[in-house]
Nanobody, 115 residues
Framework: QVQLVESGGGLVQPGGSLRLSCAAS????????MAWYRQAPGKQRDFVAV???????NYADSVKGRFTISRDNNKNTMYLQMNSLKPEDTAVYYC?????????WGQGTQVTVSS
C-alpha cells in the first residue's frame, strides 16, 4: 500500500522560505516520478514542480527561480524548497507519485504566506 506523507507547511511572511517534505512508503521510490501540486481556496489543483526518477526537473512558470524540487532516494523522500514566498503561494501543497499508470497523492500540507 503506497503512502505519501507531506510535512513542513506553516505560516511565513512574504519573502520568507519554507521546505516541504514528502515521505513515501509501500513502493519502490527511486523508480517513480514525483511531483508537487497546490490548491488555493476555491481554485483547482495546479502543477508546481516535477522530478523524474533520473532527476530531471520542471517547474510551473509562477515558481521558476524561487522553488527547487529535489529527492533523496536513500530516504524515500522528496523536497520542495520554497524561497521568496508571495501571498499568492498560499495553498494546500500536495505531493504525487506516478507508479506505472497509477497516481498516488498525499493528504496535503497548508502553506500560508501573510504578514
Amino acid at each position: 500500500q503506497v503512502q505519501l506523507v507531506e510535512s513542513g507547511g506553516g505560516l511565513v511572511q512574504p519573502g520568507g522560505s519554507l521546505r516541504l517534505s514528502c515521505a513515501a512508503s509501500g513502493t519502490i521510490f527511486r523508480g517513480n516520478a514525483m511531483a508537487w501540486y497546490r490548491q488555493a481556496p476555491g481554485k483547482q489543483r495546479d502543477f508546481v514542480a516535477v522530478i523524474t526518477s533520473g532527476g530531471i526537473t520542471n517547474y510551473a512558470d509562477s515558481v521558476k527561480g524561487r522553488f527547487t524540487i529535489s529527492r533523496d532516494n536513500n530516504k524515500n523522500t522528496m523536497y520542495l524548497q520554497m524561497n521568496s514566498l508571495k501571498p499568492e503561494d498560499t495553498a494546500v501543497y500536495y505531493c504525487k507519485m506516478r507508479s506505472g499508470t497509477s497516481d498516488y497523492w498525499g493528504q496535503g500540507t497548508q502553506v500560508t504566506v501573510s504578514s
